[in-house]
């Protein structure tokens, strides 16, 4: 069974930054891509990045040269590396494989 828990969220200041991690198991993680998506309150499902086996990565508009998106196949771990937050990233973050997700860790930017 695939799993996913994310960690790392909370409260920033605009113009933070956060680490988000999601630690997986249950499938063969360095040979698959890898995603994050985020739900900000009252809004739908929104892709943020992706991160294939072989390295390529790609990242929405809206958070293009902000955010990175590495992964660690030793540790089984995928991460997200947001900067310079603005309030608008204020959501939860999911990480996700194929069709599923895991609970999300809530990220909050605000002064």
């Known amino acids: 069974e695939d799993q996913l828990v994310e960690s790392g969220g909370g409260l920033v200041q605009p113009g933070g930054s956060l680490r988000l991690s999601c630690a997986a198991s249950?499938?063969?993680?360095?040979?698959?891509?890898m995603k994050w998506v985020r739900q900000a309150p009252g809004k739908g499902l929104e892709w943020v990045s992706t991160i294939y086996s072989s390295g390529p990565t790609n990242y929405a508009d809206s958070v293009k040269g902000r955010f990175t998106i590495p992964r660690d196949n030793a540790k089984n771990t995928l991460y997200l590396q947001l900067n310079s937050l603005k309030t608008e990233d204020t959501a939860m973050y999911y990480c996700g494989v194929g069709g599923v997700r895991g609970r999300g860790t809530q990220v909050i930017v605000s002064s």
């Open positions: 249950g499938f063969t993680f360095s040979t698959a891509a």
